[in-house]
Nanobody, 124 residues
């Protein structure tokens, strides 16, 4: 099992930026893709972004393409989500997740380790 701890959430005005971090510990070598998901009030959990183990392949949800960037530093066991041009509709709890699959996936059910989440609130 791997433990994931997110940080970096907060309150920001529309058009602003935030960078989320997710530090992994435990059996990190068993996990391949890392991802970010979010859940807005009254909505289902939504895929935001994912990154391969090497960092060479990244994937994004349609609603964040061109605004968010996922990256990872394997030496620090950390995954980042740089969020620019934030909109009020980006307001949600953001979760870091890890999967042991060797193929890219955006499916929540394929990720078997989750962090506790960090709140991001974007004011208009």
């Amino acid at each position: 099992q791997v433990q994931l701890v997110e940080s970096g959430g907060g309150l920001v005005q529309a058009g602003g930026s935030l960078r989320l971090s997710c530090v992994a510990s435990g059996r990190t070598f068993t996990y391949t893709f890392m991802g970010w998901f979010r859940r807005a009030p009254g909505k289902e959990r939504e895929f935001v972004a994912a990154i391969s183990r090497s960092g060479g392949n990244t994937y994004y949800g349609d609603s964040v393409k061109g605004r968010f960037t996922i990256s990872r530093d394997n030496a620090k066991n950390t995954v980042y989500l740089q969020m620019n041009s934030l909109k009020p509709e980006d307001t949600a709890v953001y979760y870091c997740a890890a999967t042991q699959l060797y193929t890219p996936t955006m499916n929540t059910a394929d990720f078997n380790s989750w962090g506790q989440g960090t709140q991001v609130t974007v004011s208009s």
